[in-house]
């Protein structure tokens, strides 16, 4: 069997310009801008906490990086 591929013609846009429709894509799809905002209010929240992990390990446990494993 023999098969032909034909590559579709696209035209060329500016990269901004895709940016823009993503966006304005994402924004008016209501599950992809709500599982944006979950995801970033998640990092926002909890990155604090992964960073401070260890201070709270050491000073108010009094251990080490084994109380951090743990």
């Known amino acids: ?16 310009q895709e940016l823009k429709e993503g966006w304005h894509y994402t924004l008016n799809f209501k599950p992809i801008k709500y599982l944006l905002l979950l995801i970033g209010l998640v990092s926002l929240m909890g990155t604090p906490y992964v960073v401070l992990m260890p201070v709270f390990a050491k000073v108010i446990l009094h251990g080490g990086p084994h109380t951090l494993g743990f």
């Open 1 to 16: 069997m023999k098969i032909t591929f034909s590559n579709p013609i696209r035209k060329q846009k500016l990269i901004i």
